[in-house]
């Protein structure tokens, strides 16, 4: 056979091209913050609280510091910035200077030789602790006597808290013919990524601290280490690698303060920190724990009518993203249905539970397992179908969705939910039930998504994007913006390389860092390719336009639009002469081989009435991404267990720059959102942590997770860079009310408490009466 | 090489050898994520001391290939997207070859209990159980005469 030279393929919208980072990745070379160590490495480990609300004493650092090989034992007194940390409100120190408001505060910072000495050390740092009673509850810790976590507050226990009105609100409930009323909790999801918090630190032979860690956020960790420290923002870099999964809990600061302080106090040798998984369990942040009261009512024709929603969010002892997670709630907490009256209420408040915090679907998940199960539930007393009367309620282009929000973006929910109806696991559900074994009850469920992106009316959400012609003739791509396994910095090659005609092979990437690439915001808010490829397009096409340009001069063509871009090249269209992009990089000057373009990404006009909190927290979003899901499963009605056996998720997030990325962000999505259903069981008593560990807070393996199908509705999006919206959020909200829905389907048992154990689904059965 | 013979294994291969390839997670065996394969079969690393390791044969993601090239179930992994965040991957992939060595032609639920004891938080399996599968063709095509 002949062996055919094998011809580098321009990168192009719409392939499923394999990741870019997927070589590096498989081999083990890709270096992950916490493969970071170095000449010399200390290591640096912290004092926990261990109890959840105290006054801090004597903190005696002696018999700690006499350990052998201890470089270092630091304290509050030893921080000269503000000490205080956090994305919105600072409220959270970097090490405990008054009191301790959760069992994860930081106490004190260890800096050692080795982790035997680090660990002995800890070990013998004592710390004098006087307990307070605590607040555990957010509903207690709004009552007057409530302890106060934080005791210089006006609003005591209190973070924020939002309303909103449409039509007449709540006064509106009693022209319903049919109303549904229900109060669910869901729990605290712990992120469990397998990369636990890590990093590394320096100080520079130029003074400057350089980090290295695994975030989200570079940037704006730089200005909050720069502040808690009291450096100055231009002493400090920092540098992010791909983090070994986020999902939201490094966005913000984890470690990176904790070992600027260490490098400061090492001799000016590195220092390591790496949470180990308890740690990362005790310290990190967790899904919100939410309490959601319920009432929707409708018309007898199955016209939603009125909709009466009080949230209650637990953020723990620290802001971290609490007050954005309710912004988001609260405007997702309708659904994606017109609803004419509206009220709604929530709250976020301040107790002694570990961090609420940012994690992906941000308060949506929480919302949408409430409201999709109010959907069913109102069908069933209606006695309609299930999926009809949300096709009867969907939101279109151009409705007002339940907040009054005028839709004015691409809008194909109805589209999903046909294809859904259409699709063969919906139709012959119904024989599938039929089929179930002795003691197996089967079940389907539906569900109705939306998910704004962005950051809301009025933090603005940016990006600026860098591309160069490298003297060797290679596309360089610097990327602003984190990809923590999401895959949007290969997606931001294609972008590139599509545009600029070249392969892969001929692209290469800089990962974010504050010193080589540009500002361009947070991995976050399913914005990353929506925000940073519209400012790349601009940046690619700048660059293109100078390379064809230098071109068109070199082969004294008229003008440019008779040259093209090849791969590796350019060629004059009329002679067929080919230029070498490496010969085009040695005619143009350094400024012109670089492209720079800044994107900000529209924002809602309306304003509402809803006060500056909610508004500056995000209320409300433009641009929503929708899908429908469908779950079935199987309910053993010997032991409770629920299996999901099929799952379909079909999405409207735009046009699809690569299939391939697109289904990883859907399936993944989509298992974390059954390990919230059905297993995942973040368990506090008194603010201490009763599943430490991921031998007692249980993630799903592959035996738990069905083969998922994933449909893309490709509506053109013509805001978004080729069509495309978000999509790494949305799924994540479905399996919680699919599932419950389907369990209700099954054997006629409405849980509204998670995860849906076995114990539970058992006892809900027990409480049904005999059909 | 010498070591003291109370070494955990997987500190050995990252802090000692650089071999920083082999990641840890959750360091009490719930993970899988510090796979290695000693003697052909897939052991967690970070429950092994070095003693342990006396007179084996031991590789890591590093060697796994054996040479520039992919292994089949390297280039299947990366070829069919079961790559993320990728922090899994090293383990998952030697558990993969592993399974595929005592069971070349798994069915698709065969290869999601083989592969139940390396977690992964980013695909949802979906993809992982794919490139298996894939891999177990061309290993089988590979071996056809």
Redesign the interface.
Known sequence: MLKSARREIPLQIGT?V??A???D????????A??F?GEGCLWAGVKRAGVPHAVLGEIRTEPAASVPGVVAVLTYSDVRGTNRQGVVQKDQPVLVDTKVRHCGDAVALVVAENRDALGKALDLLSVALDPLPGVFDAEKALEGEAPLVHDDRSEGNLLLSGRHRTGNGAAAMDESDVIVEACFETPRQE??????EAGWAQIQDDGRLHIVCSTQTPFRDRTEVAEALGLPLSGIRVTAP??????GGKDGVTVQTLLGLAAMHSGGRPVKMWW??EESFLAGTKRHFARMYYRLGAKRDGTLHCLDVRIYLDTGPYDHLGGVVLALAMEHAGGAYRIPHVSLNGWCVYTNNPIGGAFRGFGVPQVTAAIEQMVDMLAEKLDVDRLGLRTRNAVQRGDRNAIGKTLVNSTALMECLNVLEGHPLWKHAKQWKAEAGSFKKRGAGVVALMHGSGYGPVVPDVANAKVELTREGKIRVFSGVVD????NASTSLQIAGSILCQSAEQMELVLPDTDRTLPSGSASASRCTYTFGNALIGAAETLKARILQRAADLVMAPARNEMALIPGGVRHLVSGRELPLAAMADFMGEGERVAVHHFRAPVAAEQFDVGPGLRLHGFPHTLFSYAAHLALVEVDELTGETTVCRYLAVSDCGTVVNP??Y??QI??????GIGFALMEDFSTEEGRIGTP???TYL?????D?P??ESVAVQIFEPTGPFGLKGVGEIATSGPLPAIANAVADACGARICRYPMTPERILKALRGQPKR | MDAPSDRRVVDLLREDLGLTGTKESCGAGDCGACTILVDGESRLSCLMRAIQLQGRRVKTIEGFAESDALHPVQKSFADHGAVQCGFCIPGMVLAAADLLERNPSPTRDEIRQGLAGNLCRCTGYRKIVDAVEQAAEIHDLEKRP
């Open positions: 499923p394999p990741r980072d997927a070589q990745k498989v081999t083990g070379r890709e270096k992950y916490a493969d160590y992120h469990a990524y397998l990369e636990t791909y983090p070994g999964g986020a999902f180990d998984r923590m396994g999401q895959g391939q990325i289904e990883q399936h993944g999505a989509v298992a974390q560990d991921l031998a993630i799903p393996t592959a035996a997770i083969d998922m």
